[in-house]
């Protein structure tokens, strides 16, 4: 028969420390808790790796948002472009209404180009304001200035309107820019 073998006896027996535990160059608690730093490091490597990529993905779906709404905004804004021919050669043709027309016929006229006019607005297309206002690079084309009543730097003549679709330019206003009452500069 054989002897017994006890775990704790043999060369590899250490004395124990004060807290119970063999001494050595590394004891099974201590390999424990390094392998749980060790798991806890690798947690947190992957947790940040994961909360990195939820924002990306978060902020790549709300960018894909935005850039389906500004699609739905702005997709038709060619098309509204080529309208504004159109609107202008509507005012044109109000404008330049003969004395001698039917009455009827040229209400006609302006209830169309009314009606143009508000349904450019309401898919956002708006006038860009100018007689009197400071000149704005932003808004207005300076085709020229003349001397006028008005102050200096600002809009005396509109030559063709602006618009904006949404706050967003589609054409500027073409104006001559005040020089002030005493300027002899011509356009």
């Known amino acids: 028969m054989e002897t017994p073998v ?8 250490q004395a124990p420390t004060s807290e119970g535990q063999p001494q050595g160059p590394e004891s099974p ?12 490091a690798l947690v947190k490597e992957k947790e940040g790796k994961y909360l990195y990529l939820y924002a990306d993905f978060e902020n790549a779906k709300k960018r894909a948002i935005k850039e389906r709404s ?38 006609g006229i302006k209830m169309i180009a ?10 956002g297309v708006e006038e860009v304001t100018c007689v009197a206002k ?30 904006t679709l949404h706050g967003r330019l589609l054409r500027p206003a073409r104006v001559l820019v005040s020089s002030g009452q005493g300027s002899n500069l011509a356009h």
């Open 114 to 123: 009314t009606q143009f006019k508000a349904a450019m607005q309401k898919q």
């Open 134 to 163: 400071p000149f704005d690079p932003n808004l207005h084309e300076a085709v020229g200035q003349e001397p006028s009543d008005h102050p200096e730097g600002s809009i005396s003549k509109e030559l063709s309107k602006g618009y």
């Open 29 to 40: 608690t201590a390999a424990l808790e390094k392998r749980v730093a060790e798991l806890e």
């Open 6 to 13: 006890n775990p704790n006896s043999g060369s590899e027996t």
């Open 70 to 107: 500004d699609l739905i905004k702005f997709g038709w804004e060619n098309v509204a472009r080529d309208l504004l021919q159109v609107v202008d050669n509507l005012d044109r043709a109000v404008e330049h209404i003969p004395a001698g027309t039917d009455a009827n016929f040229a209400a």
